[in-house]
């Protein structure tokens, strides 16, 4: 992940730097709707990272009744409760749907909204463009090169706002573990007293 976002940033860079050789006027102007749709990335941050955390929690919650089920499906069976455990695991299935369509609907649906915002400037990149070919300054061929090459950054502005959104999803998986891993060092670390004895156990065992 980490190198990913790294290789987005130095090839919408590389495509930056390309576009201002060209020209300066025409590139800031026809870039200013791209850190629009990263801040809109960002400001949606908060509810895609609340939404994927309650996917989860639900994902989680599905799994545990799952394994219950499994482990006490004939106590259910004798004690006629299995068609209680049943609607239950229904209802914990239709919300698990739920959560997880509101979750990933609202992150897949954004790539195209970026996408738009970041094309916005393609506009300018035809009316200040087209008055330089009119004035010779560039070619038709240039202009081309020019519309090639805003498209492609414009292309990837709107992955890399997936891919922070995606970064954000990650997030909320790694606040989910990391207790069990701080808890698993916490008993590597603990002292050898602590452990109770192999003997001991036996001794006891034999004053049963």
Same mark, same amino acid.
């Given at each position: ?32 709707? /791209? *850190? ?7 400001? $949606? ?11 989860? #929690? ?15 499906? $004939? $106590? ?6 299995? &068609?209680?455990? %049943?609607?239950?695991?229904? %209802?914990?299935?239709? &919300?698990? &749907? ?48 020019? $519309? /090639? ?29 990391? *207790? ?7 008993? #590597? ?5 602590? %452990?109770? *004895? @192999?003997?001991?156990?036996?001794? &006891?065992?034999?004053? @049963?």
């Amino acid at each position: 992940m980490t190198t990913e976002i790294f290789d987005t940033g130095v090839l919408m860079l590389s495509y930056l730097i390309t576009m201002l050789i060209y020209d300066r006027r025409i590139t800031l102007l026809a870039c200013l709707f /791209v *850190p629009a749709a990263m801040g809109l990335a960002g400001l $949606l941050k908060r509810t895609i990272v609340r939404r994927a955390a309650a996917a989860r #929690e639900e994902s989680s919650r599905v799994a545990d009744l799952t394994y219950d089920f499994i482990d006490h499906a $004939l $106590l259910y069976r004798v004690n006629n409760a299995e &068609e209680r455990c %049943q609607k239950e695991y229904g %209802q914990a299935l239709a &919300e698990l &749907e739920r959560r997880s369509v509101r979750a990933s609907v609202l992150e897949n649906s954004m790539r195209p909204v970026y996408n738009a915002i970041s094309m916005l400037g393609v506009g300018g990149v035809f009316l200040l463009g087209g008055q330089m070919v009119i004035d010779g300054q560039w070619t038709v061929g240039a202009l081309s090169a020019y $519309l /090639v090459i805003f498209m492609a950054l414009t292309t990837k502005a709107s992955k890399a706002g997936k891919l922070f959104n995606s970064v954000q999803k990650a997030s909320v998986s790694w606040r989910r573990i990391q *207790p069990y891993l701080t808890s698993g060092r916490s008993e #590597e670390k603990r002292p050898p007293d602590a %452990q109770t *004895p @192999l003997d001991q156990v036996e001794v &006891e065992g034999e004053g @049963l």
